[in-house]
Each structure stands twice: as structure tokens, then as C-alpha cells.
């Protein structure tokens, strides 16, 4: 059975393209099909598996305004088992050119129809905005992960986010869940990372990923070299925790 997952966080910078680069990467791993969605314009998801996103022009944005079809979007084999749908700058402008358009909220569900049986994962890497992109995203999805950077102003928006995922499901995708939220950038040397990691399990006991993404200057590393931590360096903590968290996403299934 196949499963299709959305991560998405409204707030920018909290490991969100991180998550879903290694994640992709460590399913692969393991031996699954996976298929990067990347719906972010900033492109990051893309660049992170070396794709040169100025030079595509079959990407999601030609996809969500019907100028391609999702098979000639898709960029087959950028790593055994992986494959991507890429995005650039020029996603930026769909926000604008979908207005009117009937039902622009189920352009990428009603496309990813047609290839999700090729796939034992399809991964949708959101932008850090909730608009028609991220919506796109979830009428999609069967689930989202949230990353949470372990800061102080963590919480901030996660009700909203939440909120957001609960609206959706009742109106638009009945089927969409929360398949969980994952703690990213934490410090076991902290005591606040320890106390965000409390805070979110008060409200969300059975919604907590295990595994921990902690802060690791490899992972940073990572992107500016268009590599999953998998593949710039295989034995760091980075890489241990996203195959760990890998591992525990397949055993939800």
C-alpha cells in the first residue's frame, strides 16, 4: 500500500526541506520507491539532490497550470529509488495565475491519481506558507508531518497549523491525518530543548516521532553540496537519526 506524505510547518527555517530530502533519501534506502514532490519556489528539495532547478522547465508550476503532464514532470533515477518532481522560482507566480480557476486546491491530487501505484512513497515538501500550494499538498496527502525546531517560540503556530490540518480534513480531504511531528535542531545538552519535547507531548502524547533530529553541522553541510546526509556523509548522527526516523515511519504504515 502505498502512502503519500505532506511536511509541512508554516514557520521558515525548521528543517522542513531537511526532513524531507533525508527522509526521501533514507526510504530509499531501505528499499522503497519514493517520489519527491517539491512545492516550495524556493526550489531547495530540488537542489538538494543536485537537480540544476534554473534549467528544468517541466516542473511542478507547468504541471499545476496543465501545460505538462505529472509524467513529464517527473526526473526518474536522481538516486536508486528516488525520484523527483522539481520546482523553481517560477512556482512563485502560480498563487496568482490559479485565481479562478475551479477546484485549484485539487489540481496535484487529481494529477498524482495517475502515478501514486508506481510509488511505495510519495514525499511533498510544502512551502513555509499556508496558501494554494501547501493546500495542493494536503488534498493530496494521506498524511502530514510537522517538524519542529526545538526553540522557544516552537509552539508558536503549531495550533494554528493544526487547525489548519483539522480544516482541511473536514472540507476538503477527509482521509488527511497527522502522522506525526518530529523534533528537529535538538540539543540533549539544553535544557529547553527538553522542555519544548515536553511541551508538544502534553498536547500531542501519541502524535511524537521517537527519534530526535539533532543539531549536526554535517546536515547543514548537506544542501550546499545537492546531497542527502546519506550520501555526504553516511555515518554522521544526521544520518543515523534520519534512517531511525525512516524506520519509524514505515512501521506506522
Do not use: W
Not at 538538494?48 to 516542473?59: A, C, L, P, R
Amino acid at each position: 500500500m502505498e502512502k503519500i506524505i505532506a511536511i509541512t510547518n508554516q514557520k521558515g527555517g525548521v528543517g522542513k526541506t531537511t526532513t524531507a530530502i533525508n527522509l526521501t533519501a533514507c526510504l530509499a534506502e531501505l528499499g522503497k520507491r519514493v517520489l519527491l514532490i517539491d512545492t516550495d519556489p524556493q526550489g531547495n528539495a530540488t537542489s538538494g539532490f543536485s537537480i540544476n532547478k534554473v534549467e528544468q522547465d517541466k516542473t511542478i508550476y507547468e504541471l499545476l497550470l496543465s501545460e505538462v503532464s505529472i509524467r513529464e514532470c517527473i526526473l526518474n533515477d536522481v538516486m536508486p529509488n528516488v525520484s523527483v518532481i522539481p520546482a523553481n522560482v517560477n512556482l512563485a507566480a502560480a498563487e496568482i495565475e490559479l485565481i479562478g480557476i475551479e477546484n485549484k486546491e485539487f489540481i496535484l491530487s487529481k494529477e498524482v491519481e495517475f502515478i501514486r501505484d508506481d510509488f511505495d512513497y510519495i514525499i511533498i515538501d510544502c512551502p513555509p506558507a499556508l496558501n494554494t500550494l501547501t493546500l495542493n499538498a494536503m488534498t493530496t496527502a494521506d498524511s502530514v508531518i510537522v517538524p519542529i525546531q526545538c526553540e522557544y517560540l516552537a509552539l508558536e503556530g503549531l495550533s494554528d497549523l493544526i487547525q489548519t490540518i483539522n480544516l482541511v480534513k473536514e472540507r476538503l480531504n477527509p482521509a488527511l491525518d497527522l502522522e506525526g511531528i518530529v523534533f528537529t535542531m535538538f540539543d540533549s545538552r539544553t535544557i529547553l530543548s527538553s522542555q519544548v519535547v515536553e511541551n508538544v507531548k502534553e498536547h500531542f502524547p501519541d502524535k511524537i516521532y521517537e527519534t530526535k533530529i539533532p543539531r549536526n553541522v554535517r546536515l547543514s553541510e548537506a544542501p550546499s553540496f545537492g546531497q542527502p546526509i546519506t550520501v555526504y556523509d553516511s555515518k554522521s548522527t544526521g544520518a543515523e537519526s534520519y534512517r531511525k526516523l525512516a524506520a519509524e515511519v514505515i512501521s506506522r504504515k
